[in-house]
């Protein structure tokens, strides 16, 4: 091996070893990489059905089911109005279809209930409900 492709090996190693210790610091997250909890959907469920967050947090939904959902809060997209509660102030949500291995990620910024559903599997009983205390 030459001189100059020794060198290029050593260089190439180099960047190779600081692009992974970036990557290592970046998924160790700030506040608006990680999210403030983590649902996910397996069969017709969503794991936990209820989750406690704070203002300002980010809640994340993970399709690890083969089948296609939503993240649903939207009394006009409900087939049961009782499926729906948003606290005043918060505006309606959904994710649109999620197919399997992908997630949506929603900010919360009013405290309160919000209860919501998936609409393929909404007759199911595929709903959730999230509690946002004040930010801490």
């Given at each position: 091996?030459?001189?100059?492709?020794?060198i290029?090996?050593?260089?190439?190693?180099v960047?190779?070893?600081?692009?992974?210790a970036?990557?290592?610091?970046?998924s160790?997250?700030?506040?608006?990489?990680e999210?403030?909890a983590?649902?996910?959907?397996?069969?017709?469920?969503?794991?936990?059905?209820?989750?406690?967050?704070?203002?300002?947090?980010?809640l994340?939904w993970?399709?690890?089911?083969?089948?296609?959902?939503?993240?649903?809060?939207?009394?006009?997209?409900?087939?049961?109005?009782?499926?729906?509660?948003?606290p005043?102030?918060?505006?309606?949500?959904?994710?649109?279809?999620?197919?399997?291995?992908?997630?949506y990620?929603?900010?919360?910024?009013?405290?309160?209930?919000?209860?919501?559903?998936?609409?393929?599997?909404?007759?199911a009983?595929?709903?959730g409900?999230?509690v946002?205390?004040?930010?801490?």
């Amino acid at each position: 091996m030459s001189r100059r492709g020794a060198i290029a090996r050593a260089a190439a190693g180099v960047v190779a070893t600081l692009a992974a210790a970036v990557a290592l610091t970046a998924s160790d997250g700030g506040p608006s990489v990680e999210p403030g909890a983590l649902v996910t959907m397996v069969g017709v469920e969503f794991q936990p059905d209820s989750v406690v967050i704070h203002a300002g947090e980010t809640l994340e939904w993970r399709n690890d089911s083969k089948l296609t959902h939503t993240v649903t809060a939207d009394p006009e997209k409900a087939a049961v109005s009782e499926h729906v509660r948003l606290p005043e102030g918060a505006e309606t949500f959904d994710s649109g279809n999620l197919a399997p291995d992908e997630s949506y990620r929603r900010e919360f910024a009013v405290p309160g209930v919000y209860e919501y559903f998936c609409i393929p599997h909404e007759a199911a009983g595929m709903v959730g409900k999230i509690v946002v205390k004040p930010a801490k």
